[in-house]
């Protein structure tokens, strides 16, 4: 009887927090509906102000969690300064956003509501941009939002495979550029050099090792999940891949040179590189892989 007490007065305890998690999201949606989406809008054009899809991904690489990034927001709305602006491309082509006066209770409420959540990639905006900055012959700032507008928005069924070279014989179908692709190819190259170091063909090993150091490059829709789900363990991750290139360049460099026992070495820190690496951020990135 006393267990089912507990059990039935925790439930309560979990309704209750859900009810009031509903509510606060309920009214900071509001407040942001009423006093920033005139700006935020990202159907506009021109724009008048970032879209929020990219504000919160912003925010959130910046950040730790959830009530860092809350008071990060509250501390540049309530007060915006450049200083204290995370987005400077926006201040510089859009101007500073103006202090609306808010209160601040108010403003961490819809920053909140923002970092929760689950803004639309802002199609329009980056299609409207690319046009624009084309037709001004700023190609460089046309191939971004050209770029993010085909990696988040293309509607195309015949996207292309991921392709390796033809002495690397594969069976992956995943899309070009996604993360279980690269990590698939990866795990081959892997096995390959442990495979030719148990047959002592350096040539082989060479090869294989050269496929891991040069892996085929994220897309941005990639990135941009990757960025969304490390946040500020991004720098973290991107060296650890770093550590990864350069044992394996070492290795395809000793392979090359004939010499096993440096080969050897290095792949053995290279397991430990790749294994501490996935240690640290699989559990932040398991959904990318699927």
């Excluded at 309530?78 to 609306?100: I, R, S």
Aim: charge should be positive; glycine fraction near 4%; hydrophobic fraction near 40%.
């Amino acid at each position: 009887m006393k267990k089912i007490l507990i059990l039935a007065v925790a439930s309560v305890a979990m309704v209750s927090q859900a009810q009031a998690a509903d509510k606060s999201f309920a009214e900071g949606k509001k407040l942001f509906q009423e006093n920033c989406l005139v700006c935020h809008n990202a159907e506009l054009e021109p724009a008048q102000a970032p879209p929020m899809f990219g504000v919160q991904m912003k925010y959130k690489m910046a950040t730790k969690d959830k009530t860092s990034f809350v008071n990060k927001v509250t501390s540049f709305a309530t007060h915006p300064t450049k200083e204290k602006a995370l987005l400077k491309m926006p201040v510089k082509v859009l101007g500073l956003m103006p202090d609306m006066g808010f209160e601040e209770a108010d403003v961490r409420k819809i920053a909140a509501y923002i970092h929760d959540e689950e803004f639309s990639p802002p199609c329009n905006h980056w299609k409207h941009a690319a046009d624009r900055f084309k037709a001004e012959g700023k190609m460089k700032l046309y191939k971004k939002h050209q770029q993010k507008y085909d990696a988040m928005c293309s509607t195309s069924t015949d996207k292309p495979k991921v392709k390796h070279a033809g002495a690397r014989n594969t069976n992956i179908t995943a899309e070009e550029g996604s993360l279980k692709a690269i990590m698939q190819q990866l795990g081959m190259d892997y096995a390959a050099v442990d495979e030719a170091i148990l047959k002592e063909d350096l040539d082989a090993v060479a090869v294989a090792a050269h496929g891991i150091a040069f892996h085929d490059t994220p897309s941005l829709g990639t990135k941009m999940k990757l960025m969304g789900s490390l946040r500020s363990e991004m720098k973290g991750f991107k060296a650890a891949d770093g550590k990864v290139h350069h044992l394996a360049l070492d290795i395809e460099k000793a392979a090359k040179a004939k010499d096993m026992k440096t080969v050897i070495a290095k792949q053995s820190q290279m397991l430990s590189a790749c294994m501490a690496c996935h240690t640290s951020y699989r559990s932040r990135i398991i959904d990318i892989l699927k």
